[in-house]
């Protein structure tokens, strides 16, 4: 049986543990999905309790960040918190898409807790079909 660990992952969850949440400075990760549906590909982030005001995209030459931040449910001052497990603060994920997909068309949607973001594939990526032409002014070799 093969076993796999992932440190950064280890250490996710002991910070998830211990309270330490993620700052603009220093964010935690968020999980996410990738995958090709047709002519787009697709990026499905979890970002459960973010309202999408506190959701910020940035697309740059070769960079797409994405950015949440998970603010308390309630700021008032009578309230005395007895258990907090979910995680409080940033969230962010950084990712290099290829320059096969159209970055200038990104559509972005966020229902029941998951962002999406659709990128089509560039024309240019797509597969097509080369015509041959016609040879014009046949000549027939003669010796």
């Known amino acids: 049986m093969l076993m796999r660990t992932d440190a950064f992952r280890e250490i996710h969850r002991t910070q998830q543990l211990l309270g330490t949440s993620g700052t603009w400075s220093r964010p935690s990760a968020m999980p ?3 995958y090709r549906e047709g002519d787009e590909y697709v990026i499905n982030i979890d970002l459960p309790g973010v309202t999408t005001d506190a959701i910020v995209i940035d697309v740059e030459p ?9 603010r308390p449910a309630t700021n008032a001052d009578d309230v005395q918190m007895e258990l907090s497990e979910r995680p409080l603060g940033v969230f962010s994920r950084r990712l290099m898409p290829a320059d096969t997909l159209d970055t200038e068309h990104i559509k972005a949607d966020y229902e029941a807790g998951v962002l999406t973001l659709r990128i ?6 797509k597969p097509r079909k080369i015509a041959i032409g016609a040879e ?3 000549r ?4």
């Open 120 to 125: 089509p594939i560039a024309e240019r990526a």
């Open 32 to 34: 996410m999905d990738a």
């Open 62 to 70: 070769n960079m797409l960040t994405v950015k949440a931040e998970r």
């Open 136 to 138: 014009s002014g046949r």
């Open 140 to 143: 027939q070799i003669s010796g």
